[in-house]
Each structure stands twice: as C-alpha cells, then as structure tokens.
T-cell receptor, first 117, second 111 residues
C-alpha cells in the first residue's frame, strides 16, 4: 500500500523557536497533501491543504505566517511552526492522496508529536 | 449543524459482543465515505470504504443510507484488539478535497 513518512516523529523545542516537520510520500506522487492537528482527546482538525508548486490553502483560524507550508516536489511537503508557543504543542499529521490514480482515499503519515516548553 | 456527527462514546463492551456505530453527514453532495480507525497516539488508518450497497469485511459491516444521510459500522464478535477510536469520514468528490472527520467514537472491548 501507499506509504507516507513524517520526520521527526517527536520533537521538543523551547518557546520562541521554529520547528520544521517533513511529510514524504514514499511510493507515490501527491500533488496535494494535507496537514492536520490533533489535540488530546479531540478530533483531527484540518489546518491547510498543501499544493505542489503553489501556495497552500489555510483553514479559517490558522495563521499562515505562523504555520509555513512548502510543497516543493510531488513527494515532499514541509510544515514549519514558527515562533512556537506551548499552545502549539499537539500531534501534527499529514496525509496525501495519490495523484493520477483516481483514488480518493488519503494515506496518513505516522504523525509528529510536538511539545513546546 | 456539524458536517459529520458521530455517536458520542465511549462504548465499553465485553469480548464477543456486537457493537454498532452511527454517523450522520450534512452535505448531501458528499460522495465518498469511509471508516478509519485510530489507535491512541497513532495516525488514522483506513478500515473500510462504505458503499450504498453495503460492504462487509470479516467481522466488520458498513452501510450507507443516502436518503437519511447516515453511515453505520457494525462490529461482530468484538476482540480486545478492536479497542480504538473509530472515525467516520466523508468527502466530496474532488481531487483537492480533504477528508472531513467526525470526532470519533471510542470503543473499549473488555475481557
């Protein structure tokens, strides 16, 4: 099956620093990738849709200047949390839908657990 | 009304029990439906797709009722390993449309 990787799987950083999370589709190409955030005991919340070669589309309430998304290739999207604060501590998950196959399912990365101290 | 609403959990059932979850969706244009399973502190994994004709995969049966805009998941002969959060997911057919998740229903199967 389609595999999506994320790196790092876990990161602890100090308040005010920036953290970059990578999402890679390992065996397929994805024009579109999605970034979700999940707080404890809450549902997955879509943050933004990442489009290869163009600007990401952010959901309402998500600051685009704080959560920088770059989708430079068909297999890699990055999310950078800038000037992180403790309230940004969460489980960040990316997903990708294979391009050109007609599939509608999305495949999820294993997630990145961010803790801001 | 939220786009996707699920039964509130948690469901605590003994091993061997049959348990059913329901989910309603508000967008009548939604075209694809799925059940995902999420284990604690893990990413969601696709459990099964849901079709109008219903589909079965072993102990799991999923049904879609377009007229009433709800989908269901039935788990027979529950196993301890079925303990997880089950997420109802809908999508409007478009290449760039993200999945819309319900909040999930927590299932605990007890020995």
């Amino acid at each position: 099956g389609a595999v999506v990787s994320q790196h790092p799987s876990r990161v602890i950083c100090k308040s005010g620093t920036s953290v970059k999370i990578e999402c890679r589709s390992l065996d397929f190409q994805a024009t579109t990738m999605f970034w979700y955030r999940q707080f404890p005991k809450q549902s997955l919340m879509l943050m933004a849709t990442s489009n290869e070669g163009s600007k990401a589309t952010y959901e309402q309430g998500v600051e685009k200047d704080k959560f920088l998304i770059n989708h430079a290739s068909l297999t890699l999207s990055t999310l950078t949390v800038t000037s992180a604060h403790p309230e940004d501590s969460s489980f960040y998950i990316c997903s990708a839908r294979p391009t050109g196959t007609g599939e509608v399912e999305q495949y999820f990365g294993p997630g990145t657990r961010l803790t801001v101290t | 009304r939220k786009e996707v609403e699920q039964d509130p959990g948690p469901f605590n059932v003994p091993e061997g029990a049959t348990v059913a979850f329901n989910c309603t969706y508000s967008n009548s244009a939604s075209q694809s439906f799925f059940w995902y399973r999420q284990d604690c502190r893990k990413e969601p994994k696709l459990l099964m797709s849901v079709y109008s004709s219903g589909n079965e995969d072993g102990r799991f049966t999923a049904q879609l009722n377009r007229a009433s805009q709800y989908i269901s998941l039935l788990i027979r002969d529950s196993k301890l390993s079925d303990s997880a959060t089950y997420l109802c997911v809908v999508i409007t057919y478009s290449g760039n449309t993200p999945l819309v998740f319900g909040k999930g229903t927590r299932l605990s199967v007890i020995a």
